[in-house]
């Protein structure tokens, strides 16, 4: 049973916008911080954003901050990535997680995973 859904990737030009979604079970949603993560092609999978699960507060990867932006939508149970001015070194496959407590992401672990969108961003 899938249960967190990623979409919205693709390719872009550098300095081009994406925004990934993310739709999870409804239970899943509820009880979880959602994140972000990414993983580049010989690199291992980093931490990107997460958002707190009563508060909506966000977090970021020193790497991203100014640039990517998390949000949520709690009647969708969708977490979304909008990604500005995007550059060749941000293409990765990204990947939606939640976990129990929004420390835990920001730590690399996450308790459900999605498979993963590509983001691809040509120079």
């Known amino acids: 049973q899938v249960q967190l859904v990623e979409s919205g990737g693709g390719l872009v030009q550098a300095g081009g916008s994406l925004t990934l979604s993310c739709v999870a079970s409804?239970?899943?949603?509820?009880?979880?911080?959602m994140g972000w993560f990414r993983q580049a092609p010989g690199r291992e999978r980093e931490f990107v954003a997460a958002?707190?699960?009563?508060?909506?507060?966000?977090s970021y990867a020193d790497s991203v901050k100014g640039q990517f932006t998390i949000s949520r939508d709690t009647a969708k149970n969708t977490v979304y990535l909008q990604m500005n001015s995007l550059k060749p070194e941000d293409t990765a496959v990204y990947y939606c997680?939640?976990?129990?407590?929004?420390?835990?992401?920001?730590?690399?672990?996450?308790?459900?995973w999605g498979q993963g969108t590509q983001v691809t961003v040509s120079s």
């Open positions: 997680a939640a976990a129990t407590y929004d420390a835990k992401l920001q730590g690399g672990r996450g308790d459900y």
């Open positions: 409804a239970h899943i949603f509820r009880s979880n911080a």
């Open positions: 958002i707190t699960r009563s508060r909506g507060i966000p």
